[in-house]
């Protein structure tokens, strides 16, 4: 059995050393400081903390409470809102948390369809189905890679939902929500925004504000553009005590018992750095997503919304359905050591995800390794060998590892002098 442990041990070893020679360019993905990487080695991994700080079921959590009630006036902070919750251990189980409070069989539910981009969980075969809702889906205008506005009004009006939900995982550009703001107030929603991918952008003033904007409750995750432990939050203004307590309650008992005690000192962490780095860190992200943009498309690459200036968060959406598709593409890139996913285009159906038209690209990861926008023309000529010149992977892989040296260290954070992939070990 030592056997397979070593080789379980080994396999993480390899994969760090294979990172620190990539292109992380996964939307969802990013790099924790080293402070934050610290505390998930902690001894708070052990523990268990149910029920809110003071009260817990179980004995043995006095530093566990300072730590959490910590963690939640960062947030409180960070984000401006009344309420924060930094127990989801994810960002679906901050969803989840989140129906079990507003939704169940007898709400009903608007959404964007997963085809223009919306998350899994927000869909009839995700977390909204299992809550017994099934979700009517904002028409979407494609050149604008946004919902529609007129069309959303109109569906908002007919259906007067319980809950209106927005939020992407494909999120080059802001929903309207000011301009909906009077029909949200006429159907008198709920209204949630799932910011899993433009956290960071959000909580430093780099993107739209959705609490200022009519939007109730938000979720997210704490890994993608919020550079954190892999986690999710609940950030609130509940109307009254009744929402409150029902947000509360969603998540223990609702869908989590304990809350894992490492990653939420380390999201503290994170949440105290990005105060600090946060606004210069999000405005980079959004500079390399858009010199990216403009010069794959210069390298004749069709990246979505050229019209646009290609994004306003960290993702670019590149059409390559001429060159092979996301898929091939995305294996041939991962070759080179460039790491992208494929993913589904609007006018994609939902069957196809397997084999879509497009690639998802974002420049959080690189953007915290250090590069900056001058440094994007050469990561998309890089891709550019891949999908346009079919070159051999093995060739460019070679010029990715050389280029990947001068940017080994983790940035925006409180110990920027420490390898942003290096196996810290307690047994080496
Ligand atoms: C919009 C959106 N919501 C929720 C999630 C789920 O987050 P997690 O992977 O943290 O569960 C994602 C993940 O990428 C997402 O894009």
Redo the contacts with the bound molecule.
């Keep these: 059995m030592k056997e397979a442990a070593d080789y379980i041990y080994d396999q993480a070893k390899k994969h760090t050393e294979w990172f620190s020679e990539s292109l992380p360019m996964i939307a969802?993905e990013n790099i924790i400081s080293p402070m934050a990487r610290d505390l998930m080695l902690s001894e708070l991994q052990d523990k268990y903390a149910e029920g809110p700080p003071g009260d817990r079921y179980y004995e043995g959590n006095i530093y566990v409470d300072n730590i959490e009630l910590k963690v939640q006036e960062l947030a409180k902070e960070l984000f401006g809102v009344d309420y924060a919750d930094v127990r989801p251990i994810?960002?679906?189980?901050a969803?989840q948390a989140v129906l079990m409070a507003l939704g169940g069989p007898d709400k009903s539910i608007t959404s964007v369809d997963v085809s223009d981009g919306?998350?899994i969980?927000?869909a009839k075969f995700g977390s909204v189905g299992l809550r017994g809702m099934e979700p009517k889906t904002y028409p979407f205008d494609v050149e604008e890679m946004n919902i529609d506005l007129e069309g959303t009004k109109e569906l908002l009006r007919e259906e007067e939902p319980d809950i209106a939900l927005f939020?992407?995982?494909v999120?080059m550009f802001p929903p309207p929500l000011e301009e909906l703001r009077d029909v949200f107030e006429e159907v008198g929603c709920h209204v949630w925004y799932?910011a899993?991918?433009v956290l960071g952008l959000i909580a430093a003033g780099k993107f739209q504000q959705p609490m200022e904007n009519g939007v109730e409750v938000m979720?997210g995750?704490t890994?993608?553009t919020l550079p954190g432990p892999?986690r999710?939050i609940i950030l609130s203004n509940p109307r009254d005590e009744q929402m409150e307590e029902s947000l509360f309650f969603g998540m223990f008992p609702g869908v989590v018992s304990n809350h894992h005690l490492h990653s939420m000192a380390a999201l503290g962490v994170a949440l105290a750095e990005h105060q600090k780095f946060g606004e210069e860190y999000a405005d980079q992200i959004i500079k390399n997503a858009q010199a990216l943009g403009q010069s794959l498309h210069e390298r004749g690459i069709n990246v979505l919304c050229e019209h646009k200036g290609f994004t306003r968060s960290h993702t670019l959406a590149i059409d390559v359905q001429d060159q092979g598709g996301g898929e091939t593409l995305v294996e041939a890139m991962e070759d080179a050591n460039i790491i992208a996913n494929k993913n589904l285009m609007p006018w994609d159906n939902v069957d196809s995800a397997n084999e879509p038209s497009g690639i998802r690209l974002g420049s959080q990861a690189l953007t915290r390794l250090g590069m900056k926008d001058r440094h994007m023309d050469e990561v998309a000529e890089f891709i550019k060998r891949i999908i346009i010149d079919d070159e051999n992977p093995e060739k460019v892989k070679q010029d990715v590892i050389e280029f990947r040296k001068d940017f080994q260290k983790v940035k925006f954070c409180f110990h920027d002098d420490f390898k942003a992939h290096q196996h810290y070990s307690i047994l080496d």
């Design positions: 969802s994810s960002g679906t189980n969803n919306a998350h969980s927000s939020g992407r995982s999120f799932d899993a991918h979720t995750s890994h993608k892999q999710g």
